[in-house]
């Protein structure tokens, strides 16, 4: 198993520009998450999912859209690039409800200028 | 929702001596409590976990205590090793919310040689 997959690794936009940014897992998981993660800080969790078709906020949603269509993907939109999203996003996954541990995709470094 | 602190944000000790990492939880009802190990520019990891219904949990070098009573769960290295510096995460599941995990901020552990 690849786990859990994220393109592009590496990223700079300018300001006002829209992006996706790409995640997919093959374990078969039904719970997808965003998570940005800021200089010397934690995790804070944008968009969550808990199947196809289903979506819900997490702590820090503005600026960011989020689509489930398929168990495997879970992709990421910046509809209108600002530089406080400047920030390493990363993708997890995890099996089930009921607390199970995350599995962490290795990250998409976005710069926005 | 779920509030988890952690202490302390860095943490420097000498090759072989222990390291203890602290967090405490709000939420009564969270049930699992993993600790993820990032190193530099690289994914979190997870190191070890413990449910609510174990007061301890060992994996060699590394081990972790729940306090249920008092909010409170600890992560423990002994005999630390200079490959053990990284960004250690708690983190806190609550039961109610679909897997959701609250992070605490980290603390940067470096070991010294």
């Known amino acids: 198993n690849a786990g859990v997959t994220q393109t592009p690794k590496f990223r700079i936009l300018k300001i006002g520009q829209s992006m996706t940014l790409q995640c997919t897992q093959d374990?078969?998981?039904?719970?997808m998450y965003w998570y940005r993660q800021d200089p010397g800080m934690g995790l804070k969790l944008i968009y969550y999912s808990v199947g196809a078709g289903i979506t819900d906020k997490g702590e820090v949603p503005n600026g960011y859209n989020v689509s489930r269509s398929t168990t495997e993907d879970f992709p990421l939109r910046l509809e209108l690039a600002a530089p406080s999203q400047t920030s390493v996003y990363f993708c997890?996954?995890?099996?089930?409800?009921?607390?199970?541990?995350?599995?962490f995709g290795d990250g998409t470094r976005l710069s926005i200028l | 929702g779920e509030n988890v602190e952690q202490h302390p944000s860095t943490l420097s000790v000498q090759e072989g001596d222990s390291a203890v990492i602290k967090c405490t939880y709000s939420?009564?009802?969270?049930?699992?409590f993993p600790w993820y190990k990032q190193e530099l520019g690289k994914r979190p990891q997870l190191i070890i976990d413990i449910r609510s219904n174990v007061g301890e949990k060992k994996d060699q070098r590394i081990a972790v205590t729940l306090n249920k009573t008092a909010k409170h769960f600890s992560l423990h290295i002994t005999e630390t090793q200079p490959e053990d510096s990284a960004v250690y995460f708690c983190?806190?599941?609550?039961?109610?919310?679909?897997?959701?995990?609250?992070f605490g901020r980290g603390t940067q552990l470096t070991v010294w040689p």
């Open positions: 374990m078969n998981h039904n719970y």
């Open positions: 997890a996954s995890s099996y089930k409800q009921g607390g199970q541990p995350q599995h």
């Open positions: 939420d009564s009802a969270s049930n699992y």
């Open positions: 983190a806190a599941h609550r039961g109610s919310t679909l897997g959701r995990l609250y």
